[in-house]
Nanobody, 124 residues
């Protein structure tokens, strides 16, 4: 599976962005998908995960109520809708894929595949 993330940009606090991650291959629905983020000098942080069917979703507390993860298996794409953005959301965002895990477990697992990062910058 190859992953291609897009949708980052420079926005002001309170604005919204939607990240997309397009996957190649015919087995997309077999993969739990997740979004991670990283700022310079810090470890990559798990943000959200979604099960293969889309029925189960998980968010870390810092984004709960503001971010929504979704997927379209017909389009082999996972999304991260980010609302009410804060300056502390500034990071490079990465999508990731892994089988045999859960939406929540994605955060404790080593992904099998990573997309390239997309920069999100939120100004105050």
């Amino acid at each position: 599976v190859q992953l291609q993330a897009s949708g980052g940009g420079l926005v002001q606090a309170g604005d919204s962005l939607r990240l997309s991650c397009a996957a190649s291959g015919r087995t997309f629905s077999n993969y739990v998908m997740g979004w991670f983020r990283q700022v310079p000098g810090k470890e990559r942080e798990f943000v959200s995960g979604i099960s293969g069917s889309g029925s189960s979703r998980y968010y870390v507390d810092s984004v709960k109520g503001r971010f929504t993860i979704s997927r379209d298996n017909a389009r082999n794409t996972v999304y991260l809708q980010m609302n009410k953005l804060k300056p502390e959301d500034t990071a490079v965002y990465y999508c990731a894929a892994r089988r045999f895990t859960t939406a929540q477990g994605m955060g404790a697992s080593r992904p099998e595949h990573w997309g390239q990062g997309t920069q999100v910058t939120v100004s105050s």
